[in-house]
């Protein structure tokens, strides 16, 4: 649903046509079966192509989990609590089933009434851990205070060891180091205007907009008209706390096709929280995210996410908040490139492209595939004179977010990626690239821990191609 | 010949017939039981699965009401396992009689049925798909019953005291020594050998049969043969019974049962006991039906349709009351009340030894049991008292077991196993302990184990796949079949001569799974057929009369 390429009349990638409230989900809300349970044909699709039941014997897969488990649950037989969280949330199932049931919505349910029916007899270790990994946005923001300190202490072995022994998070897994925090740049095209006086000028709730010298474009209610220039920018916490730079090149590829971005201070996503258990939270990060973002929303412009699992939970998970904003996003958010590659459809694209001599290996992340956008990305880059990109296709990397520092989890997470792995090294001994571009953060991080190879996200590559500095 | 000798015969396995065997056992009356098909084939497991509390029957019936409600909470006591106690409520919708409202309070209270009645807000919050228009909720201790496990515990409990039972075994006469019955002969339609069961005293409890069988010795009896529909439905869309306040009409009785849920029924007669096919008209009549309750009925996946034949007993001033009624083609049987009748052939045709036992409801199975038994045992000069009521059906788990399932087990399969299984999962359980890939799911959609079905299959009772489908439940969930039933092939063909020619065991198994879902082939369960067809006809080239019809 996320696939049209229509434009508004008035050309520009202007919002899509309202989707329906509650959009494809509003009619089996209904009648009570919001995943769509019924429409399970029980055909195993979903199984044969989950990447954990793949690397791991134990876990029943998401069939069994998700459409039959569903049925004794509602009969109310007591389940098994720990095969749940086997599950990644990569949304592999719901990509393949041909019937659209939402299987990881199912299993995400089911843990989220099972969470409030065992949080009592959880372990206390781990539900702390749960807490920690969830939010990604406060240790962002701990970490980003001094990333270099942060980044020390976290690489030291005795620190390691002592996280693993005390919240069982991995001593081995590629945890990203913190980096400056994201904001937008001083005297570049991209700056930062805090709202006035509101925060005491801290920037972290403020607007961010690369203003082009008109100072108050970051205020929605401010100029009519030019809307179709304007994009907002959904950074994401791996931008904001650990690649700040890639955020930069966003803007500055935006910009560089003549948008204004406006960047205001968003909070995590959800994502994080949802896949450690946190749901109420997620929800009210949605929440928080719709307000700021309301004012955008009524007037057209595009929300823009470089993380795909932000854009993903934009375009999933936020259309299902009932706050009048939530018609809106889910049609008005455009991954980077599927909001590039619109652009170049309609021969808006600045294609002033200097040649990028580098071979490059691309991995499409799982996130990515569940919006159903194909891989605009490497659609663009091919645009590119001189990349050459092969699609590595070689399914999930096993990271899936937090999944992967669990230690009980990070060996697995290492094998499920092993395919992934392989490809990459085998690649890379060939000469056939040099790098791996992929627009996950997670993805990024695990295949550099998992094969030893650069990754990057794939804005860099254009961002080189425009001479903005940057690329491999 | 085969010849079997026991002081009483019982014909007819269904649950009446199994609650007989079990009493007389536990009074140590030697008994055999004899049965045409498996156990519980035929009405025992063709209805709704409702342990009636006797609301349904508080204004019209208030004998049937106050049995009901006395075996309910009997039952829910010795037999914890086949029940669950879901509750049920009657729902008041605009349009309902008010005044059948109050005379339904006084019916209740007169038969001492607890009653509560349930505030509107509070109602629709914890059945959220119930019509919004319901005017007034009570809440009544009606349950849900497994109709198969039922009557499987009681042959075992007997079986246990050492009463015996023969299935697949036809009885073609009742044997005559003078003014009494000598017994019974027929035929092994597994192996087409004959036998003889000699007994004094023969018990009539056939069912939809009856009549016939009493015509066979000469005896007179009068049954109507009362057919009902129900339509199964994907999974749980009530948490608990849900039944309509007004006088007991078609299509006003949703059950929740295991993971599906029941709607019911019909009531049209017909002249024979096989007569269980739904017709395209009946089903759509309940959908129509349904929808007062359940106004989203149309969206919700019904994965099969079935009848059962109700056998009522008929004696000529109901009859009369019948006609009054004025409900003459559909519906008249429930002018014909439900509670059952012991007819001794005695007294009416002079046959000495011969007892007929008819009309009745799957609720009132254990009651209708303790009289024909204590007739029997009158006759025997037997005065051990019935235990029926006081005797636990299954001997309880022990959490040893439990333990041991959820170690072996994923997820809901153990919790599953141990509910169908009970003490006997223990030698499951021991196979996967021993080969673990015996705990892999053969069935999915009810999670049964290769471990499990492999037992069933070998068990000395089963005969066709139809019969582990009874016991397992594998082939009854969403997949109606489609996936389970070339897995449990294997298996079967391990077991060499009982169950060849597989093909052919194949084929009756998917059309028996085809005979409830012809009339319901819409949405997704069509979808859910044509995959099932490209599966049989097409991969595995089944061809005439298979699943492709």
Not at chain 1, 20 to 29: C, F, I, L, T, V
Not at chain 1, 374 to 398: F, M, N, Q, Y
Not at chain 2, 125 to 139: D, G
Request: include cysteine; proline fraction near 5%.
């Amino acid at each position: 649903m996320y696939t049209q390429t229509q434009w508004g009349e008035e050309g520009g990638p202007g919002p899509k046509p309202a989707a329906e409230p509650g959009g494809d989900d509003s009619h089996r809300q209904e009648c009570g079966d919001p995943a769509g349970l019924d429409a399970c044909v029980k055909c195993g699709i979903c199984t044969a192509h989950c990447p954990v039941a793949r690397a791991y014997a134990p876990f029943p897969g998401p069939k069994n989990l998700g459409p039959d488990a569903e049925r004794l649950r509602l009969e109310g037989v007591a389940l098994d609590p720990g095969c749940l969280a086997y599950c990644t949330n990569c949304k592999t199932c719901e990509v393949v089933c041909p019937s659209g049931v939402r299987i990881t919505d199912m299993i995400l349910r089911a843990r989220r009434q099972q969470g409030s029916a065992q949080a009592e007899s959880a372990k206390s270790r781990l539900r702390i851990r749960d807490h920690v990994l969830g939010r990604a946005e406060y240790l962002g923001r701990l970490g980003t205070v001094w990333p270099e300190f942060t980044n020390t202490v976290l690489a030291t072995k005795l620190t390691r060891r002592l996280l693993q022994k005390a919240l069982g998070i991995s001593a081995e897994a590629p945890l990203p180091k913190y980096k400056k925090r994201f904001r937008l740049e001083k005297g570049s095209a991209a700056e930062l205007t805090s709202e006035s006086g509101q925060n005491g000028g801290k920037s972290v709730e403020g607007t961010g907009s690369s203003s082009m010298g008109r100072g108050a474009a970051g205020d929605p209610s401010a100029g009519n008209g030019s809307a179709s220039k304007q994009v907002v920018y959904f950074p994401g916490c791996f931008v904001n706390y650990n690649d700040e730079a890639t955020g930069l090149a966003v803007i500055r590829v935006l910009e560089h096709n003549g948008f204004e971005v406006i960047v205001p201070g968003f909070h995590c996503c959800g994502v994080p929280l949802t896949a450690n258990g946190r749901f109420r939270e997620a929800e009210g990060n949605a929440r928080r995210n719709l307000a700021l973002m309301e004012p955008y929303l009524e007037r057209g412009i595009p929300i823009i996410t470089s993380c795909t699992s932000c854009g993903l939970a934009l375009k999933e998970d936020y259309p299902r908040i009932r706050v009048p904003a939530a018609k809106r996003i889910g049609a008005q958010t455009y991954d980077l490139f599927e909001f590039l590659w619109l652009l170049h459809e309609r021969g808006e694209l600045k294609e002033d492209f200097l040649e990028v001599r580098v071979p490059l290996a691309y991995h499409a992340p799982c996130h990515l595939k569940a919006q159903g956008i194909g891989t605009p990305s490497l659609r663009i880059l091919r645009l590119i004179p001189g990349v050459k990109a092969e699609e590595l296709d070689a399914g999930c990397c096993g990271l899936s977010g937090s999944f992967g520092f669990k230690a009980e989890k990070y060996e697995l997470s290492l094998q499920i990626g092993h395919a992934l792995f392989q490809r990459v090294r085998q690649g890379m001994r060939e000469g056939k690239f040099k790098a791996v571009i992929t627009e996950c953060g997670g993805c990024q991080v695990q295949i550099a821990q998992g094969s030893g190879a650069r990754s990057l996200h794939p804005v860099w590559i254009l961002a080189q191609a425009y001479g903005l500095g940057g690329g491999t | 010949m085969v010849r079997y000798s026991a002081q009483v015969v019982i014909i007819g396995g269904g649950a009446t017939g199994v609650g007989i065997l079990r009493d007389l056992s536990l009074r140590g009356i030697s008994s055999i039981l004899v049965e045409q098909g498996d156990l519980a084939h035929g009405t025992s497991s063709r209805f709704h699965g409702l342990l009636h509390s006797g609301a349904r029957y508080a204004v019209k019936d208030p004998v049937s009401a106050a049995e009901c409600i006395r075996e309910n909470n009997i039952l829910k006591q010795i037999a914890p396992e086949c029940v669950a106690a879901t509750g049920g409520w009657f729902v008041q919708l605009p349009g309902d009689e008010v005044d059948y409202a109050q005379a339904w309070l006084k019916g209740c209270e007169r038969t001492g049925i607890p009653v509560h009645e349930v505030p509107l807000e509070e109602a629709l919050k914890r059945e959220p798909l119930l019509a919004k228009e319901a005017l007034r909720v009570f809440e009544v201790p009606d349950a849900a019953v497994d109709g198969f496990k039922l009557v499987w515990e009681n042959a075992k409990s007997a079986r246990r005291c050492g009463g015996r039972y023969l299935t697949y075994h036809r009885v073609e006469a009742i044997l005559r020594e003078g003014e009494g019955v000598a017994g019974v002969r027929g035929e092994n339609l597994l192996t087409g050998e004959s036998f003889t069961v000699e007994a004094g005293m023969v018990v009539n409890a056939t069912g939809a049969w009856a009549d016939r069988l009493a015509a066979s010795a000469g005896a007179s009896l009068e049954v109507v043969r009362d057919k009902g529909i129900l339509l199964a439905f994907n999974h749980r869309l009530f948490q608990r019974v849900i039944n309509r306040l007004r006088p007991p009409g078609d299509g006003d009785i949703f059950v929740p049962h295991e993971t599906i849920t029941i709607l019911g029924t019909t009531s049209e007669w017909v002249d024979t006991p096989s007569d269980n096919q739904p017709s395209d008209r009946e089903v759509e009549r309940m959908m129509t039906l349904g929808k007062a309750l359940l106004p989203g009925i149309a969206e919700k996946r019904v994965i099969r349709a079935f009848a059962g034949v109700r056998p009522l007993h008929r004696s000529d001033s109901e009859w009369a009351e019948g006609s009054e009624g004025g409900r003459v083609e559909e519906g008249r049987g429930r002018a014909v009340s439900r509670t059952f009748a012991l007819i001794d052939h005695e007294a009416e045709e002079g046959i000495k030894g011969f007892l007929s036992i008819v009309g009745g409801k799957f609720t009132t199975y254990r009651l209708m049991a303790e009289k024909a038994s204590d007739w029997v045992a009158a006759k025997l000069a037997n005065d051990v008292p019935c235990r029926t009521a006081a005797e636990p059906l299954q001997p309880e788990l022990p959490a040893h077991l439990r333990r041991r399932a959820r170690a072996l087990l994923p997820c809901a399969a153990a919790e599953k196993t141990l509910q169908r299984l009970g003490r006997d999962a223990a030698a499951v359980l021991e196979t996967i302990a021993r080969d673990p890939d015996k705990g892999q799911l053969l069935c999915e959609c009810e999670m049964v184990t290769v471990a499990e079905v492999e037992k069933t299959v070998a068990d000395e009772d089963a005969h066709h796949l139809a019969d582990v489908r009874r016991k397992t439940r594998l082939g009854m969930g969403t997949c109606q079949g489609a996936f389970c039933t070339y897995r449990a092939l294997p298996l079967m063909w391990r077991e060499g001569e009982k169950y060849d020619p597989l093909s052919g065991e194949l084929i009756r198994f998917l059309n028996q799974r085809w005979k409830g879902i012809r009339p319901v082939l819409w949405g997704d369960q069509l979808r859910e057929t044509e995959l099932t067809r490209a599966i049989y006809a097409g991969l595995l080239d089944l061809r005439e009369g298979g699943a492709a019809g």
